[in-house]
């Protein structure tokens, strides 16, 4: 029996309910004998964008071609990106399964750019939560207040919380726990399929 105090859940994606050995960067810099630093600067100058919806991936990436040193067509490059990643946490979708059978609701709340964001909802995570809320969509990303403000405010319209601390959620990233806490969320650091257990139950 889960904790009548609380009333939906939120999970983050990579981390928490997504969770490949490696990123896809450093298996295609391994693959490809690449610097993985290389790569990395891709997603430091330039992924921020895509993942509040300012900058199209697929029209990114042919701008870095060069950089990746990939020469096929970009959906190709991307269909590997997102196989390379599903790698799906399926004890906590399990008990995420359970929580839900119980009325309670989940959801998934993840910084993605839109054509990952689609991958997720419709191959790795269909009917899984009772909604997916994506950066790309939103227009923000986490740890923005305001990324945590418009799903308080979505859930509180659909009458699913009144409160923020009805609300549990669940994050791998210190930065984004603490702001999900400064708005008065249940937020922790995730570290496992039996921490989430002992929250919900406590």
């Not at 964008?49 to 870095?64: F, P, Q």
């Not at 991958?119 to 909604?131: L, N, R």
Request: one cysteine or more.
């Amino acid at each position: 029996m889960t904790n009548d105090k609380i009333k939906a859940v939120l999970f983050d994606a990579d981390g928490v309910t997504i969770t490949p050995k490696e990123p896809f960067s450093v298996q295609y810099a391994k693959l490809h004998g690449l610097d993985p630093k290389i790569l990395s600067s891709f997603f430091d100058a330039h992924f921020g964008e895509a993942l509040i919806g300012k900058r199209d991936l697929k029209e990114l990436l042919e701008t870095k071609r060069d950089l990746w040193e990939w020469k096929g067509p970009i959906e190709n490059l991307l269909t590997n990106w997102f196989e390379a990643e599903n790698h799906k946490n399926q004890e906590l979708l399990i008990l995420i399964h359970q929580v839900r059978a119980t009325g309670l609701s989940c959801y998934l709340a993840m910084n993605q750019e839109k054509y990952r964001s689609k991958y997720i909802k419709e191959i790795m995570f269909p009917e899984v939560f009772d909604f997916i809320y994506s950066s790309a969509e939103i227009g923000m990303k986490k740890p923005d207040p305001k990324y945590y403000q418009y799903i308080i405010n979505e859930l509180q319209n659909a009458h699913v919380i009144h409160e923020p601390g009805e609300i549990v959620y669940f994050d791998d990233s210190v930065s984004n726990v603490q702001a999900a806490k400064d708005l008065g969320l249940q937020a922790h650091l995730y570290t496992g399929v039996e921490q989430v257990k002992k929250v919900m139950l406590s």
